[in-house]
């Protein structure tokens, strides 16, 4: 989706806060999300990303600060004046409807026409490919067709902007996965802005135009899956997202927005600053992910290599994790090899040789919020 | 060891059960119909006009109307006030919750006659009247558990994200009100109003120390005992009585059964 960043923005969250007696559940943020952008909160169950997507909805009335959605502050606006709608966790199907009731519960209150009531109530089954089953009541529905019908009934009121509560964690793992696909293609073509709420990683990467990582109620780190997983901001989004191999290091020099750190047996290497990078007396930490540490086999060189003896095996089906003690480093390294070349075969013990690119390291900063 | 000549002992139990519980109820429609002033045996012959005789008695159609607007208006007023007490009890989390239901169930268990005394003195000393309107604040009181009961379970299934959904949707808060809570709980209302119904149709003893001269139907059939010519014709209306309970809590129960498979039905498709 073709976006320019000097639009105006869809929300506009400014110094939002809100506090359950003295407990910040959500801390002083500030946070842009752009017209048409599929825009995930992610975070541990406590982060406070669930009550961020209830004061944009409207359940729940922030302490301080100003929400914008669409240049409309909302701030002192009851939900059912808002331009938003929402796909609540546990779906919240009117039990006493039936499938085209439910989706056009919100309709009868804008007293359309009846045939024009029911060709949107008919687009939005097809939408979400459920209009075989319109007749049907809530009971008599699947788990993955509760989440449809909830989709349409939200859809049919053309939303400024869809707010999903973590949908699809009451899902199987299968219908989950086929979901994320839907859902992903469905935004992109009606182009309503959606806001996801979850605590899954790999959800997050795989339908996001953008994530905001948050812990404690404040935003670690706002941007691209692939820049959120390649270049974590701070040691927590970085643990947060899949594995990850800490290392300590030396600061060994430093310029306008790169810095030279050594870290033990793998040597100098330049690294970029992420913002709000700070170096303690000199001591660092940068990450490589496991999946950037390769084995060689056999014949095979690489211009840097390290040596290490493997120290525990995990079969995964398709990977292996592999652990790899190295002498000199304080920890052991986490390796993750497809099990092309034999990774699930190699004997506790047995000494091996790693490969790794001295581009794949990331430097860390401490933990703290940052400013989207 | 299995032993060939074991006596059917629980059979048999249950079948005594069932005579002694229901045995002397079912007497009342047999002699109802029964040919005779006096209820021996043998049988004196089939007859209906016991029946024929009750839309002539005045007395017996002024105690039935009686009963007619208490237990309307009983049901009606315990199941208000039951409503919002199961709702609180069922949403919100609050200091003495517990001891709050405590006395609000207390009705069940306290001997009724003892309920039935402190109520008259306190009325007496009021200087109120005794009436149907005193009689109707004795029986709301008493049906308020019942009614409790019913909705506690009815609201306990009731998912608060519906209301959200609703709000999100548009809707305000009277439109919500009316267009899902009561729809959906509206299975056990029905159940608590059919019920109380019942229950205050039955009652006797604080219908007769509340009631002074109006009686209700209960009243009247106990009044009616004195004179044994009359006999035959209580039993008549005895049996309408009963047919009408029957009737009453098994339409309830039916309706409170239907919304409960529903609902883990649905709760079962969601996890």
Not at chain 2, 108 to 129: H, K, Y
Request: glycine letters at 8%; a neutral charge.
């Amino acid at each position: 989706m073709n976006m320019a960043l000097t639009d105006p923005p869809m929300i506009s969250i400014t110094g939002l806060s809100k506090y359950y007696g003295n407990y910040p559940a959500v801390s002083q943020m500030d946070l842009d999300i752009r017209a048409g952008e599929f825009f995930s909160l992610l975070g541990p169950s406590g982060c406070g990303k669930t009550t961020l997507l209830r004061m944009i909805a409207g359940f729940v009335e922030p302490s301080e600060g100003s929400i914008h959605i669409d240049g409309q502050d909302v701030t002192g606006l009851s939900a059912n004046r808002r331009p938003t709608n929402m796909v609540f966790q546990n779906y919240a199907i009117f039990p006493h409807l039936n499938v085209e009731e439910n989706v056009g519960y919100g309709l009868k209150r804008m007293r359309l026409e009846k045939a024009e009531e029911k060709r949107r109530i008919g687009e939005a089954l097809e939408q979400v490919r459920l209009s075989h089953l319109g007749g049907r009541r809530a009971h008599e529905l699947s788990g993955g067709q509760r989440q449809r019908v909830a989709l349409a009934r939200a859809l049919v009121m053309r939303p400024k902007v869809l707010l999903l509560d973590e949908p699809l964690s009451a899902l199987d793992k299968k219908l989950r996965e086929e979901m994320q696909v839907e859902l992903r293609s469905l935004q992109k073509a009606v182009g309503i802005t959606f806001i996801l709420v979850t605590h899954d990683q790999y959800e997050a990467l795989a339908m996001s135009d953008r994530i905001a990582v948050m812990f404690a109620g404040k935003l670690e780190q706002v941007a691209t899956p692939k820049e959120i997983y390649q270049r974590p901001r701070t040691r927590k989004v970085a643990d947060f997202l899949g594995g990850m191999n800490f290392l300590n290091a030396r600061l060994v020099g430093e310029r306008a927005g790169t810095v030279s750190v050594e870290a033990a047996k793998f040597g100098a290497v330049n690294l970029s600053k992420p913002q709000g990078f700070t170096a303690t007396n000199g001591h660092v930490t940068v990450g490589i992910r496991p999946e950037r540490l390769r084995l060689l086999w056999d014949d095979d060189r690489a211009e840097h290599e390290l040596i290490g003896r493997v120290e525990n095996r995990a079969y995964f089906g398709e990977v292996t994790h592999l652990t790899i003690g190295v002498e000199g480093l304080e920890q052991p390294l986490s390796i993750v090899e497809t099990n092309n070349f034999g990774a699930d075969d190699l004997p506790i013990g047995a000494d091996i040789r790693l490969a790794y690119d001295p581009d794949a390291f990331v430097l860390l900063a401490e933990d703290e919020a940052v400013k989207a | 060891m299995r032993n060939g000549f074991k006596l059917p002992l629980l059979p048999a139990f249950v079948i005594l059960y069932f005579v002694f519980l229901y045995g002397p109820i079912l007497l009342i429609p047999i002699f109802s119909f029964n040919n005779a002033a006096a209820t021996t045996f043998p049988l004196a012959g089939f007859t209906t006009k016991w029946y024929g005789q009750l839309p002539g008695n005045s007395a017996l159609l002024t105690a039935a109307r009686n009963s007619m607007i208490v237990g309307v208006t009983v049901s009606l007023l315990s199941t208000l006030l039951a409503i919002c007490a199961a709702r609180a009890v069922t949403r919100y989390r609050f200091r003495g919750k517990k001891t709050m239901s405590g006395i609000i169930m207390a009705p069940l268990i306290l001997p009724e006659i003892i309920i039935a005394i402190s109520l008259l003195m306190i009325l007496l000393q009021f200087g109120l009247g005794l009436s149907l309107f005193t009689v109707i604040l004795g029986q709301t009181l008493f049906c308020i558990p019942y009614s409790m009961s019913v909705l506690i379970s009815g609201f306990e299934g009731f998912d608060r994200s519906l209301e959200e959904a609703s709000t999100d949707l548009g809707e305000t808060a009277f439109g919500t009100f009316r267009r899902v809570t009561l729809p959906v709980v509206a299975p056990a209302i029905l159940s608590s109003l059919l019920v109380s119904f019942t229950i205050s149709l039955d009652e006797f003893i604080l219908a007769f120390f509340l009631s002074g001269t109006e009686p209700t139907l209960p009243v009247y059939i106990w009044g009616q005992l004195r004179f044994a010519a009359k006999l035959p014709s209580v039993l008549a209306l005895g049996t309408l009585m009963i047919l009408a309970s029957v009737i009453l809590l098994t339409v309830a129960e039916i309706i409170r059964r239907r919304a409960e498979s529903r609902r883990l039905q649905y709760e079962h498709g969601t996890h």
